[in-house]
């Protein structure tokens, strides 16, 4: 397109070697930890390790599985993604399709769309969260950490924006041959938006694995923490005042240097394994929530 | 249309928000109503409904709590450096990312700067606690080549908020350099080719074209990161700090936690909570009406 002046050629050098830099920035600090978590510990401690694994050894990871509190709290947090996601995204689709309406084919499309946006202006904050939790019944129970975080309103918004962009004619020839809303719902608009579908599922995803905060208040044992919290509990949490003999014990046990990386990484790895598949998705997903024309 | 009609045609609809709108009554209007634990005498055995009321009590407390002042500037100082460093490092990022003319490499660096996004506090918190150690961490080795002494720097004061602005824009900045570069590919090329006509250069180019193009975003996602002048990021913080740095780390969130949860001063907590959604709900009501002005940004 444009004749290479010599400055801009030597910018563009500078410009590929300055975002080769950054891009490396953004996933140097996982290597170091994966290659922790694989080196011996007296490397470790010698301070040999850098980038990757210096005298291989899978010793930490066999210290996790030998510990069945780890295994626990990373099926918790399996079963909370299974039945989070479902539940987030069954609301999601059943409350963006009604607000994608104008307000003349659905007559108070517009309050409840309020209805729903005003809980994202204004909050009760944690306390009265916490106590409403709490005397619904839900504390130590996976409900807890599922039901309070069903409705996900930025993922509606996203969905009901997409819904807001297919062809009008479509739901009307549907409409024609007598389909009701359910049917234009579940025959029409979902297989038409995959795209967008598949961006809210990763937010879902990745937002119920690495939540860490409801688990660690609302759960009262630390065998029904999913992941997230038992990490939060066992690898950072150094004040003792309020830990359980239990917690302390745990602390004692998994908190030497390679122990805490692999179990550091070994909580990244679902969001690695995920994340490339649901990429090219999301960038079309965000950009149509974010921005209208 | 008469309601019997309208309830007949609509009713499908309405059948399909009941049960998202039924989980919002109790779980997000529940806790508004929870607010009034700010003026009661909050007895977890009586509950919300039942505890008694003491007046403005709690609020009277709140005022006199000696550590509130620190912690509310704290707020305002982390939220505000981070909101700015938020909104330029993605701005020259995009910019840079945008004269990179090899697909390969673009996708490739996009697909690794969105990446600390997706990672949560905690798995960055156990990352950061095992580099920043002063006496094994990565950074402090590095730094010791150079000669440079052992920095504490998540038990420092003054270099504690430095790593927490850091550290959020490096988690940050590549996802919200997505809004960015959608902006620049609605920008006309013809403006492009008009401009090396009449013998722009790349960086004129730049200044005249592309940044213009991209001022609208820009003005819509300040105005929207009004907001955000009390989120200092709890999940972050709370990862991330000790009580050597309370003094210059702690937060109207965290403070919320200890009080509330640790200490179970439920009434005063609450207040505490109270000023901070008060304060939240004029400025984004107030980020939203200035981006609907600018911008004519709408939510929904």
Request: with cysteine.
């Amino acid at each position: 397109m444009d004749k290479m002046t010599p400055g801009y050629r030597f910018f563009s050098i500078l410009n590929y070697g300055l975002l080769l830099l950054i891009s490396i920035g953004c996933v140097l600090p996982l290597l170091h930890i994966f290659a922790l978590s694989f080196s011996s510990a007296s490397a470790v401690t010698s301070g040999e390790v850098t980038f990757w694994p210096v005298k291989w050894t899978a010793a930490a990871y066999r210290n996790i599985i030998d510990r069945p509190e780890y295994l626990t709290a990373f099926w918790v947090s399996v079963k909370r993604v299974a039945l989070g996601v479902g539940l987030n995204m069954a609301l999601t689709v059943l409350i963006a399709y009604p607000l994608s309406k104008e307000p003349r084919q659905f007559r108070g499309r517009t309050l409840y769309a309020w209805y729903f946006v005003f809980t994202m202006l204004f909050s009760g904050g944690l306390i009265p969260w916490y106590m409403v939790i709490k005397e619904t019944g839900l504390m130590d129970s996976l409900w807890a950490l599922v039901i309070p975080s069903a409705v996900p309103i930025f993922n509606v918004l996203v969905l009901l924006n997409f819904f807001r962009g297919l062809p009008k004619e479509l739901e009307e020839s549907a409409k024609i041959d007598g389909g009701g809303h359910f049917i234009v719902l579940f025959r029409i608009f979902l297989p038409l938006s995959l795209p967008a579908l598949a961006t809210i599922t990763l937010f879902a995803v990745v937002n119920h694995w690495n939540s860490w905060f409801d688990g660690l208040i609302l759960m009262n044992r630390v065998e029904h923490y999913p992941l997230q919290s038992f990490l939060q509990t066992v690898i950072i949490k150094q004040d003792p005042t309020y830990l359980t003999a239990k917690e302390l014990e745990l602390q004692a046990l998994m908190n030497d240097r390679t122990s805490r990386a692999a179990q550091v990484f070994v909580a990244a790895l679902p969001v690695l394994l995920v994340y490339p598949f649901l990429q090219r998705f999301f960038i079309k997903g965000i950009v149509l929530g974010s921005v209208k024309e | 249309m008469n309601s019997v009609k309208l309830w007949k045609r609509d009713w499908p609809l309405h059948l399909m928000i009941f049960p998202g709108a039924l989980v919002v009554l109790i779980y997000s209007y529940g806790p508004l109503f929870g607010l009034t634990i700010a003026f009661k005498k909050f007895m977890p055995s009586k509950g919300i409904i039942g505890s008694p009321w003491n007046g403005l009590h709690n609020i009277q407390f709140m005022l006199s709590l000696p550590d509130l002042r620190q912690v509310i500037e704290n707020t305002f100082v982390i939220a505000i450096m981070k909101i700015v460093a938020g909104l330029l490092v993605p701005i020259v990022v995009a910019l840079l990312l945008n004269e990179v003319s090899k697909t390969a490499f673009k996708r490739a660096a996009q697909t690794l700067i969105y990446l600390p996004h997706f990672l949560s506090w905690v798995i960055l918190g156990g990352i950061m606690i095992d580099i920043l150690s002063p006496s094994d961490g990565i950074v402090n080795k590095i730094l010791k080549v150079f000669e440079i002494k052992p920095i504490y720097f998540l038990g420092d004061g003054h270099w504690f908020r430095f790593v927490l602005v850091v550290s959020d824009v490096w988690k940050e900045f590549g996802f919200s350099t997505i809004v960015y570069l959608a902006a620049l590919t609605s920008i006309n090329p013809v403006l492009y080719e008009a401009a090396v006509i009449d013998g722009a250069n790349r960086w004129r180019q730049t200044l005249h074209i592309t940044l213009p193009g991209m001022l609208p975003i820009i003005v819509l996602l300040a105005t929207l990161s009004l907001g955000n002048v009390l989120n200092a990021g709890f999940d972050q913080i709370f990862n991330l700090y000790n009580p050597m740095v309370y003094h210059s780390g702690d937060i109207i969130d965290t403070y919320v936690y200890r009080l509330g949860i640790q200490q179970a001063q439920y009434g005063i907590a609450t207040a505490v909570g109270l000023f901070k959604s008060l304060v939240s709900l004029v400025m984004i009501s107030l980020s939203y009406f200035l981006a609907y002005r600018l911008a004519n940004y709408r939510i929904f």
